[in-house]
C-alpha cells in the first residue's frame, strides 16, 4: 500500500512538472526587446541602446552590464561582455 502510495504521488508531481513546463515553455522562448506599453506606444530603448553601442564604442570594447544583458549585448551590439549569464567558472570570463 506504502508504495503505491508513493508511486502515485511520484505520477502526480512529474506529471504537474511536465504540465507546468509545457505550459510556460512557449512565453519564455520567445523574447522580445520591442513591446507596447499599457498605452499601446512602442518602446524601444534596448534595441536603440545596442545600436548605440555597435556604432560609439571601439569594436574590440568589453562591455560591463548585469550579467542577463549579456547574451543581447553580444548580439545586437557585437561587443564582448564580462559576464552573459554563461560564466559558469572563472576561466570562461571574457
Known amino acids: 500500500a506504502a508504495t503505491t502510495l508513493l508511486g502515485m504521488v511520484l505520477y502526480y508531481m512529474a506529471s504537474e512538472f511536465w504540465f507546468y513546463s509545457h505550459r510556460i515553455a ?3 522562448s520567445s523574447p522580445v526587446i520591442v513591446y507596447a506599453d499599457k498605452h499601446g506606444e512602442i518602446v524601444d530603448d534596448y534595441r536603440e541602446t545596442y545600436g548605440w553601442i555597435r556604432n560609439n ?3 574590440d570594447a568589453r562591455i ?5 544583458y549579456g547574451y543581447q549585448i553580444n548580439g545586437l551590439a ?4 564580462i559576464a552573459d549569464g554563461n560564466t ?6 571574457a
Do not use: G
Open 26 to 28: 512557449v512565453p519564455m
Open 64 to 68: 560591463m552590464a548585469w550579467w542577463d
Open 78 to 81: 557585437n561587443r564582448t561582455t
Open 57 to 59: 564604442t571601439p569594436e
Open 88 to 93: 559558469w567558472n572563472h576561466e570562461h570570463i
